[in-house]
C-alpha cells in the first residue's frame, strides 16, 4: 500500500484548504484513514479518522474540518476551513488495516497573513 498526500499550501486566517491523500494498493470502506500533523518542534498528534460512516476529530478542529473519502477515487480527503495559524503545521495520512499501518509523505500546511 502506497499514499500519496497532497493539497498543502500557503493560506490567509479564515480561508479553506482541501488535502487530498490517493490510495494505492487496497482501498476498502472498512479500512480506517487517519489524518495526522506535526507543527515545528511539537509532536505529531492525530487529527481526524474515517471508519466505514464513523468519523471522529481532535477537539480542536471539530466543526471546522470534515474527513471524508470517495471509494470510485480510491482517495481520501481533508476539509479544513476557517483555518488559523495554530493549524500551521505538516499534515500526514495513514491508511490501517488488521495490524497494518501505512503512513503517506506529509503536506505543509502554512496559515498566515
Known amino acids: 500500500v502506497q499514499l500519496q498526500a497532497s493539497g498543502g499550501g500557503l493560506v490567509q486566517p479564515g480561508g479553506s484548504l482541501r488535502l487530498s491523500c490517493a490510495v494505492v494498493?487496497?482501498?476498502?470502506?472498512?479500512?480506517?484513514i487517519e489524518w495526522a500533523r506535526q507543527a515545528p518542534g511539537k509532536e505529531r498528534e492525530w487529527v481526524a479518522s474515517?471508519?466505514?460512516?464513523?468519523?471522529s476529530y481532535l477537539d480542536a478542529v471539530k466543526g471546522r474540518f470534515i474527513i471524508s473519502r470517495d471509494s470510485a477515487k480510491n482517495t481520501g480527503y481533508l476539509q479544513m476551513n476557517s483555518l488559523k495559524p495554530e493549524d500551521t503545521a505538516v499534515y500526514y495520512c495513514?491508511?490501517?488495516?488488521?495490524?497494518?499501518?501505512?503512513w503517506g509523505q506529509g503536506t505543509q500546511v502554512t496559515v498566515s497573513s
Open positions: 474515517i471508519k466505514s460512516d464513523q468519523t
Open positions: 494498493g487496497r482501498f476498502s470502506s472498512a479500512d480506517t
Open positions: 495513514k491508511y490501517s488495516y488488521g495490524l497494518y499501518d501505512y
